[in-house]
């Protein structure tokens, strides 16, 4: 069994109502894929800048997952165009 690990690392830069992130996963060959979010305060609603990270953090994770499937896709189109077309043996 071959145990794989990835790291994600998210960076949260807030300005006045609103906060930006960053979700950076990098696998163990040092390859970087970045997904990225944004929320804004409605200025209506109490300030609790942690909401504000909450959210952009989790749409910057399902950009990044967004962004992984689509590599993903493109790997398998590739490897299907790699493999010669099944034989059959009667």
């Keep these: 069994m071959d145990t794989k690990e ?3 690392r ?5 300005a006045g109502d609103d906060t930006s992130a960053q ?8 390859e970087q894929v970045t997904g990225t979010g944004r929320a804004r ?3 209506a609603d109490p300030s609790k800048p942690v909401i ?5 953090a989790s749409r910057a994770l399902a950009d990044l997952a967004h962004h992984l499937a689509v590599i993903a896709n493109h790997d398998i ?3 299907a165009a790699e493999s010669p077309p ?3 043996s009667w």
């Design 10 to 14: 998210i960076a949260l830069t807030e």
């Design 41 to 43: 305060r409605n200025p």
């Design 86 to 88: 099944p034989t059959r």
């Design 23 to 30: 979700a950076t996963l990098t696998t163990a060959k040092g």
């Design 52 to 56: 504000g990270d909450e959210l952009a």
């Design 6 to 8: 990835w790291t994600v």
């Design 77 to 79: 189109s590739e490897s």
